[in-house]
């Protein structure tokens, strides 16, 4: 509701009325008063832009009704200033990827292969990654951030990733606040869940072989962690490009991969399976 409204010098005229039109002047009320102008929920509007006028004017006045245009007023009367009232709905869009699950090794973690698609509106925007009660641990800035955060440093524990969308005034933005303590004009996406859990023997329940790889990598999986159902193999360089994404049969608890035509580098390859669980690790190929 807008507040502080104010009407100031001098008034004439027989009869008097508040009118609210949409940006093409259409009337989209007639408070009788300021009272009534200061009640109304603009926020039911949704979004947009709509102007708040007072008018003066005699009997005979032609044109005076919702859904006329106020520009076809027709008779004695007198229009003051509008007053502009905009209506922004932020939209965050929609982020994929994971759930993911990282053990806590010492080995970095970090979610590679996570993206932000759908509409997105308003003037600012943040990524907000908080705990499972919902403090907030950070506020990367960009989603190149976002893939760059070590979440095995933050040790044991859930966490959960949010895409933000607000226009300025926002309060309880920062570290160590509740995200349920946002106040202002904002639009949350949906969360990623990130879940770090202690390491089991064999280097989180996945060890790569040899290291670095030339022709072969070998993946030896953890039976209680995997199972023996098939396992999706996603590598992807350190700029989130995808080299290789392929679903692979385990044999006796392990995968093995032909790197040979895979340039030389750094890569982190993530294994999952149709459980939702999933690990990721660093690999050199030379």
């Known amino acids: 509701m807008v507040s502080g409204l104010s009407l100031t010098g001098d008034r004439v005229g027989s009869m008097s009325s508040w009118i609210i039109t949409d940006d093409q002047g259409k009337i989209l009320g007639l408070p009788p008063t300021l009272d009534a102008v200061q009640g109304v929920d603009f926020d039911g509007a949704g979004a947009g832009t709509c102007f708040i006028y007072y008018l003066r004017y005699e009997e005979g006045l032609m044109g005076l009704a919702p859904d006329a245009n106020i520009a076809n007023i027709t008779g004695t009367f007198d229009l003051s200033n509008s007053v502009e009232v905009v209506r922004n709905q932020p939209e965050a869009g929609e ?3 994971g759930p993911y699950t990282f053990e806590v090794d010492g080995s970095a973690d970090n979610v590679t292969d996570i993206d932000l698609i759908g509409n997105r509106a308003g003037a600012n925007s943040s990524f907000v990654i908080t705990d499972e009660n919902g403090v907030i641990l ?3 800035p960009s989603l190149d951030a976002v893939r760059g955060v070590d979440f095995d440093a933050a040790g044991e524990g859930t966490c959960f990733i949010y895409h933000l969308r607000y226009e300025d005034g926002l309060t309880g933005l920062e570290p160590e606040s509740n ?5 202002g004009c904002f639009d949350l996406s949906n969360r990623i869940e ?6 089991s023997s064999g280097k989180g329940g996945v060890r790569l072989f040899p290291l670095p790889a030339s022709e072969v990598l070998n993946i030896s999986l953890n039976a209680t962690t995997f199972g023996k159902s098939d396992v999706n ?5 350190l700029a989130g490009n ?5 679903v692979n049969k385990v044999i006796d608890n392990g995968v093995s991969l032909n790197v040979q035509t895979v340039p030389s580098g750094l890569y982190i390859i993530k294994i999952s399976n149709q459980e939702g669980k999933s690990i990721s690790k660093k690999v050199i190929i030379r």
């Open 194 to 199: 990130v879940i770090r859990t202690k390491a």
């Open 95 to 97: 982020l994929v990827g």
């Open 138 to 140: 950070g506020l990367p």
């Open 242 to 246: 995808t080299i290789r994404n392929s």
């Open 233 to 237: 193999v996603l590598m992807v360089d």
């Open 179 to 183: 995200l349920g303590d946002l106040m």
